[in-house]
């Protein structure tokens, strides 16, 4: 009987873990799905910014077409555009998610609207409020001293 109790408990215990396993790779999983998220929205706004360049480039080339233009100084412009788009993109690929400052800012942000909260429902409190100047406040520190005084 011993060793199948023996049994059983290795049992749980490995279906523990495998499940912790699994909860750490979800977790993994999430953390990887927002790096993500936000590595294509940087890499939607450099396409935007790509595709502005690209028009600013044909505006220009549209207006240089019926005037003589020196190739080599259209050649070094467009250099220049695809450098600056080189180091857009090696910028946005050296930075990393760091998923702390998120969730600090969030924190910052959920404080604040809870103060704001707070700060109505004060206000809303002291809107209700009656204040007779002619008696003396309690100075109980007991609830039930204090509406005895009364």
Known sequence: MKA???????????????SLHRKEENEKVEEIKVALERKEKDMDSVVENQKRVEK??????SRL???????????DTQKRMENKVD???????????????????????VKVQLQD???KEEIRKRKTSLIIHVLEESSASVLEDRKKCR
Not at 4 to 18: C, G, I, P
Not at 56 to 61: H, P, Q, R, S, Y
Not at 89 to 107: P, R, Y
């Open 87 to 109: 180091v857009l993109m090696n910028s946005l690929e050296g930075k990393s998610v760091d998923v702390n400052s998120v969730h600090n800012c969030v924190e910052d942000a």
């Open 65 to 75: 077409d019926g005037k003589s233009v020196n190739m080599e100084a259209v050649e």
């Open 4 to 18: 199948t109790l023996s049994k059983f408990e290795q049992e749980l215990l490995d279906k523990v873990n495998a």
């Open 117 to 119: 909260n707070n700060e």
């Open 56 to 61: 600013k480039v044909d505006g220009l080339m």
